[in-house]
């Protein structure tokens, strides 16, 4: 004889099935809420796009993509410098989301150069070494991850110049506080500032230096690396205290700009015309 289901066996697996097509169904809900969100973000709704991201990461926790765009659709609403509570809170909500991901990924590469991204703009108007030296922290992530990418290193660069640039400009406006005669910018320092500029600042843009030459070691038309290293070596001339050694790494930085116009001429050659 045929035993008939127990009612209560039935009603489990009815709540389970209910359970399993619920989550099914708002999995399908979130991917669509997703695909709106990003031709949203794609055509500038940003105030849209973020609703739709939101929604689309509730439906879904585990979407990541969701998230991700979420991050990248507050980062791009982001302006540097601007004052604002408003203004500040986006970039926090910005960070606080790719966070997120990386809470759930540590190895997200998208997460992490979104943070590093962020963090620097941030840190770069108004100036704060801090983040910049944070924002330096991501790209080593993504190297320790990728290290035949080029980007990181460019970055990496780009923040050793900023650091150096804002220490030289620094240097130079106490100098002139006391000085009799008036150091320009585009003047040579003192040899007894350019030895105290060495010191403080030598490693990092020895750093900048060496990133921005792996940088170009791995993209060789890299035309970007090679025009903050042309800075870098300028850089490095106010730190040398004789006229030979600034006049050879001033030579480098020449030699590089012509190279960048040299790459820039041919990009624009090749390019395809319409």
Same mark, same amino acid.
């Given at each position: 004889?045929?035993?008939?289901?127990?009612?209560?066996?039935?009603?489990?697996?009815?709540?389970?099935?209910?359970?399993?097509?619920?989550?099914?169904?708002?999995?399908?809900?979130?991917?669509?809420?997703?695909?709106?969100?990003?031709?949203?973000? !794609?055509?500038?709704?940003?105030?849209?796009?973020?609703?739709?991201? &939101? /929604?689309? =990461? +509730?439906? $879904? #926790?585990?979407?990541?993509?969701?998230?991700?765009?979420?991050?990248?659709?507050?980062?791009?609403?982001?302006?540097?410098?601007?004052?604002?509570?408003?203004?500040?809170?986006?970039?926090?909500?910005?960070?606080?989301?790719?966070?997120?991901?990386?809470?759930?990924?540590?190895?997200?590469?998208?997460?992490?150069?979104?943070?590093?991204?962020?963090?620097?703009?941030?840190?770069?108007?108004?100036?704060?070494?801090?983040?910049?030296?944070?924002?330096?922290?991501?790209?080593?992530?993504?190297?320790?991850?990728?290290?035949?990418?080029?980007?990181?290193?460019?970055?990496?660069?780009?923040?050793?110049?900023?650091?150096?640039?804002?220490?030289? !400009?620094?240097?130079?406006?106490?100098?002139?506080?006391?000085?009799? &005669? /008036?150091? =320009? +910018?585009? $003047? #040579?320092?003192?040899?007894?500032?350019?030895?105290?500029?060495?010191?403080?600042?030598?490693?990092?843009?020895?750093?900048?230096?060496?990133?921005?030459?792996?940088?170009?070691?791995?993209?060789?038309?890299?035309?970007?690396?090679?025009?903050?290293?042309?800075?870098?070596?300028?850089?490095?001339?106010?730190?040398?205290?004789?006229?030979?050694?600034?006049?050879?790494?001033?030579?480098?930085?020449?030699?590089?700009?012509?190279?960048?116009?040299?790459?820039?001429?041919?990009?624009?050659?090749?390019?395809?015309?319409?």
């Amino acid at each position: 004889m045929q035993r008939k289901p127990h009612t209560g066996i039935l009603l489990a697996a009815a709540v389970i099935a209910a359970l399993a097509s619920g989550a099914g169904c708002d999995k399908l809900r979130a991917r669509d809420k997703l695909n709106k969100g990003v031709q949203a973000f !794609k055509g500038g709704q940003f105030d849209l796009a973020v609703e739709d991201f &939101k /929604q689309a =990461k +509730d439906l $879904d #926790p585990n979407l990541t993509n969701a998230r991700l765009y979420l991050a990248t659709a507050y980062a791009n609403q982001y302006i540097p410098g601007a004052p604002s509570d408003d203004n500040v809170r986006m970039g926090q909500q910005a960070i606080a989301e790719f966070q997120q991901v990386l809470d759930k990924d540590a190895n997200n590469l998208s997460a992490i150069d979104g943070i590093g991204s962020i963090i620097y703009n941030m840190g770069g108007t108004p100036f704060d070494a801090k983040k910049l030296e944070e924002s330096k922290t991501y790209h080593e992530r993504h190297i320790a991850l990728k290290p035949q990418d080029p980007e990181p290193y460019y970055w990496m660069g780009v923040i050793d110049w900023s650091l150096a640039y804002r220490g030289n !400009k620094d240097m130079r406006e106490e100098y002139n506080k006391t000085a009799k &005669k /008036q150091i =320009k +910018d585009t $003047d #040579p320092m003192p040899p007894a500032l350019a030895a105290q500029f060495q010191q403080k600042y030598g490693a990092i843009v020895d750093e900048g230096i060496k990133n921005l030459q792996m940088a170009t070691d791995r993209r060789p038309d890299y035309d970007d690396a090679m025009a903050y290293l042309n800075l870098l070596y300028r850089q490095k001339a106010d730190m040398e205290t004789t006229a030979d050694a600034r006049n050879n790494d001033l030579k480098m930085a020449d030699d590089l700009v012509d190279k960048v116009k040299a790459i820039k001429q041919k990009k624009m050659t090749a390019a395809p015309t319409t």
